[in-house]
């Protein structure tokens, strides 16, 4: 068995208080834009099985109870004791909370409480500039007050996050969602999208102009706090584009999620000396073949630069099968290369401390003092 240190989740959200019924437990156990198929659950995924065997018996159940059995011991233990068992019993001893997502969900210093462990914040640059808005009357104040809240949380956040920059809504039409550009606008186009957005707000209110999403983010690289992108973009160009414009400045890019477009970051990450990989929530996602998908990571990018993530959120379940699957995978797939002759059990347990652990402490700079 490969030995690994307690991971550090680079990227994930709080938990939901609430307790939790058959229909809003499988809403959150899969995306979808649909109920499942007739006859069947979202238990019936790679993800159901994945909960039915990791986080039933940290529940007290036998390994894949079935889902009736495993939604009634959750009622029983309620949702703040099912989260924390589900914590405490993932091999977790940092997370990286984005705060940005809407909800009744437990921010950093909950979440580090109930799984006995520490927490930093990943400030979500859209929401900064939403709470900006909300107290600025005019566009020049709006711009200085953004300003201001961006540096004052660089002074206490572990990193900048962007969910929208290089993704779109689900259905949009690509010509109705222009990509970001690679340069930093100009202060005349930065308060024409300023001014437009502010007098849309009350028609909608989030973040969607190219314009204004590549003012935060080049706000957030002269920070010099690590940036996280999600990489949901159809058409790499564009982020490949801020990823070239960006490199030598100091400032280290994680690319989040984009499976199954994952071997694109892993690209990235072996091109670029600023750019890193995260494994995420497709982990949990692939369930039983996690290692296959893990492997392929590995195969391109140099594993000083894959970071480990649960991108779990609302469930406490996926930050617990993100973290258990993470452990398993990389077992299965370093020790098979450690069985067949190709590594040494002490270069695979450097390679599983540094995906684990050392690579988000290192970005991060999780241990300065």
Not at 171 to 182: F, L, S
Not at 258 to 263: L, M, N, S, T
Not at 302 to 307: A, D, H, I, N, S
């Amino acid at each position: 068995m490969i030995e690994t240190p307690p991971l550090v989740d680079q990227y994930c959200h709080g938990v939901l208080r609430t307790e939790l019924g058959l229909g809003t437990f499988e809403a959150q156990l899969m995306r979808s834009a649909g109920p499942p198929a007739a006859g069947t659950t979202f238990f019936d995924t790679q993800t159901g099985f994945a909960v039915r065997r990791w986080c039933a018996p940290l529940l007290g159940l036998e390994p894949h109870a079935t889902p009736a059995r495993y939604l009634a011991r959750r009622r029983e233990l309620g949702a703040a004791e099912t989260a924390r068992r589900l914590l405490r019993g993932s091999p977790v001893a940092a997370y990286l909370v984005d705060t940005g997502v809407a909800g009744d969900l437990t921010g950093p210093k909950e979440l580090a409480l109930a799984g006995d462990a520490e927490a930093f914040e990943a400030v979500r640059l859209e929401l900064l500039a939403e709470q900006v808005a909300d107290t600025s009357g005019t566009v020049g104040a709006f711009l200085a007050n953004l300003a201001e809240a961006i540096h004052h949380a660089a002074a206490g956040a572990a990193a900048f996050t962007c969910a929208t920059a290089f993704t779109r809504p689900d259905g949009a039409d690509p010509a109705d969602t222009p990509p970001v550009g690679p340069e930093p606008p100009g202060p005349g186009a930065v308060r024409g999208a300023a001014g437009r957005w502010l007098a849309g707000r009350p028609r909608g209110g989030a973040v969607r102009d190219p314009v204004l999403l590549a003012h935060l983010l080049w706000s957030a690289v002269a920070s010099g706090l690590p940036l996280q992108l999600h990489t949901g973009a159809a058409d790499p160009a564009p982020l490949t584009g801020f990823v070239r414009a960006t490199a030598g400045l100091g400032t280290r890019l994680v690319l989040l999620g984009g499976h199954p477009d994952h071997r694109r970051s892993a690209q990235l990450a072996a091109a670029f000396p600023h750019v890193y990989a995260d494994t995420g929530a497709a982990l949990g996602r692939t369930g039983s073949r996690a290692a296959a998908a893990l492997t392929e990571l590995l195969e391109i990018a140099p594993f000083g630069k894959v970071l480990f993530s649960s991108g779990g959120g609302r469930l406490p379940e996926l930050h617990a099968i993100g973290a258990l699957v993470f452990r398993e995978a990389l077992g299965r797939a370093l020790g098979g290369w450690v069985a067949e002759g190709s590594w040494s059990w002490r270069d695979a347990e450097r390679v599983a401390a540094m995906l684990a652990a050392g690579n988000a402490r290192r970005v991060y700079r999780l241990d300065r003092p």
